[in-house]
DNA sequence: TCAACGAATAATGGATACAATATGGCCGCA
DNA sequence: TGCGGCCATATTGTATCCATTATTCGTTGA
């Protein structure tokens, strides 16, 4: 009975309908910058070149206009969305609050085992990789994905659908991604994983509070070095 | 010309294709009541009982899910969402949280001529409906529209889509409308307007700081009088 | 008698054909 | 020569048919 339970789940994740994977190769592809913003993704196109029906193919372009990848028309169809510098900022600020409720929300209702195991080896991974005396472009990536894991327990420890829904909207933002740490220097990144620390000892020690104060100020720094990063190309800090 | 685009915007409101108003109609008959939460929405059925094909109700159910209302597993279809108490409380939670962020930006960005005038009528409007010696069902009414008009007005000045959408996501759980002041106290009513003049104020003052807690503060008085009445039910309050 | 396997049935996923709408270019007229 | 309307074409919206998957009921074996 395990065997068919554990089955199920199996199944439960490899369930890849043509319409599913479709999303995915056209979500990829956006986010990647394949496809340029503001072009008109066309469904008979995109059909052939995917070797599938439109169906699917509508049915996918549908789910990335709710993810608010793309922007629809009636009768006129769906075009990448183009987001404006301001838009990315933004997001920065909204997923600075929605996350921290989640921080304060995982502490208010406590964690399971298994994600605390999970938090702690993000944690003791970044050490690691913090400890080695110079990061390289791929300890880099390696980062983002620990960020990646340490936010996204606390998503689930959240255990709030809709608070989760959210965050996947920040997280369709180009730029916007938790994988984006890579962009930052070493000391940043040192700092952040810090912060790391701090969060998860909030939580653990059910302090909502400063969970949730923490995790604003953790998003938000990142908001303000993009901030510096894109004024910062154009003109030198003032002072 | 000026015939030419406002007809093409009367137009831009009225393109109903068949996806949207089957989407509208099941909408419509979820969060009356008329279909069940928990009941499956088989797609045969909904086409024959609305008089159209498969595809347009495929589209609108897909259309549903991605806002929140239904559940969908591959292979097996969709189902009306059901919400436990908690969902609902935390939605007010999560939405005292981005509405205040709206009430920030507004503050920040500033209010058109437009926006300022709709605002003013809402606040007018409400006054004279309290200044009547009491309120009926149908003022109560009145006032969820009065309301939700004030509300989505700070939404719009927030010129943040983002934000407009998580707001989107909120108002699809049931009892959390921003209509639903109908169910409350005529002194709670007096409270909440006296709320939405402070509100505007702050905004109109520029204070962004002042706005969000306003804001955050009249979302979450709603969501404590929610939990009153919920647990009032059931239990008298223990003092 | 219960469990497990299998076939029948019903529902969803996908493909294709047809209808309606929008867009761009061309022609005619002023 | 410039503007406006009309027609051709391309693209999306809808309907219907076929394929695939799930579920349920019945049968068979232990």
Redesign the pocket.
């Known amino acids: 009975m395990t065997d068919a339970s554990s089955e199920r789940a199996e ?1 439960g994740d490899k ?1 890849r ?5 479709v999303a995915d190769r056209i979500r990829t592809a956006i986010l990647s910058g394949e496809i340029n913003a503001g072009a ?6 995109l ?1 052939e070149s995917l070797g ?5 193919v ?2 996918a372009l549908q789910a990335l206009s709710s993810e608010g990848l793309l922007d ?1 028309t ?5 075009s990448v969305r183009e987001f404006q510098t301001s838009e990315i900022v933004d997001a920065y600020e909204i997923r600075s609050t929605v996350e921290a409720l989640a921080a304060r929300f995982a502490a208010e209702r406590g964690l399971t085992e298994a994600e605390c195991t999970i938090i702690e080896r993000t944690l003791t991974a970044g050490d690691d990789l913090l400890a080695k005396p110079q990061m390289h472009e791929e300890d880099r990536v390696t980062y983002g994905a620990i960020n990646f894991a340490f936010h996204d327990a606390i998503h689930g420890a959240a255990r709030c659908r809709m608070l989760c829904d959210m965050i996947r909207l920040c997280q369709s933002v180009p730029q916007s991604s938790h994988r984006n740490v890579v962009a930052f220097e070493r000391t940043d990144v040192r700092r952040r994983h810090d912060d790391h620390h701090r969060i998860y000892d909030a939580i653990l020690m059910r302090d909502s509070h400063r969970a949730e104060f923490l995790m604003r100020e953790h998003v938000a720094s990142v908001k303000s070095g993009l901030v510096r990063q894109l004024s910062g190309r154009a003109a030198e800090p003032r002072r």
Request: proline share 7%; charged share 25%.
């Open positions: 199944n369930v309908t043509r319409s599913l994977s008109r993704l066309h469904e008979v196109k059909s599938v029906s439109r169906t699917p509508r049915a629809y009636p009768n006129r169809g769906y």
